[in-house]
């Protein structure tokens, strides 16, 4: 189970630290690739891969490099995503899933999700 928190209303230039804690792994979360997705509120647009990290990697959208940054800590069952630098098209909902496999940004590669917290950037 993947349980997002730290969503809120920001203003652009500002900054949120989303988490995410992971239950109920079999092994330990340095066996699992864990993405941030975000959907964002424009019909027919697909959910976006925004940052990814597993043991020894880190993957990051071209979008976010430079001010979002992604760790974990794996004795909590922990993964946080740092977002500096909030712009309006950074709104959404961000969501974490989890993947028994190395880090990817492709949302069609991860098995379980979290149901997603919600982050607006407006003045």
């Known amino acids: 189970q993947l349980v997002e928190s730290g969503g809120e209303l920001v203003q652009p230039g500002g900054s949120l630290t989303l988490s995410c804690v992971i239950s109920?792994?079999?092994?330990?979360?340095?066996?699992?690739?864990i993405g941030w997705f975000r959907q964002a509120p424009v019909f027919g647009k697909e959910r976006e891969g925004v940052?990814?990290?597993?043991?020894?990697?880190?993957l990051y959208a071209d979008s976010v490099k430079g001010r979002f940054s992604i760790s974990k800590d794996n004795a909590k069952n922990l993964v946080f995503l740092q977002m500096n630098n909030l712009r309006p098209e950074d709104t959404g909902i961000y969501s974490c899933?989890?993947?028994?496999?190395?880090?990817?940004?492709?949302?069609?590669?991860?098995?379980?999700w979290g149901q997603g917290t919600q982050v607006t950037v407006s003045s």
């Open positions: 940052a990814s990290i597993s043991n020894g990697e880190i």
């Open positions: 899933a989890s993947r028994l496999r190395e880090a990817s940004l492709n949302h069609y590669d991860f098995d379980d």
């Open positions: 109920g792994l079999p092994v330990s979360l340095d066996y699992y690739g």
